[in-house]
């Protein structure tokens, strides 16, 4: 599973951590974050991501 980055404010999605203040369990893969999750530090929607590296 990769970390996916966001590129408007630079927090970084770790699906080892999940986003569990918005039910986002921990282990899951980005792409099986919900569509309409939103970035927790700035709301940028899940388009806005890149693969880290």
Not at 3 to 14: A, R
Not at 15 to 34: I, Q
Request: charge should be negative; include cysteine.
């Amino acid at each position: 599973m990769k970390k996916h980055v966001c590129i408007v404010c630079g927090y970084v999605y770790d699906p080892a951590s999940g986003d569990p203040d918005n039910s986002v369990a921990p282990g899951t893969d980005f792409s099986k974050v919900p569509e309409d999750w939103t970035c927790p530090v700035c709301g940028a929607g899940k388009d806005q991501f890149d693969v880290e590296g």
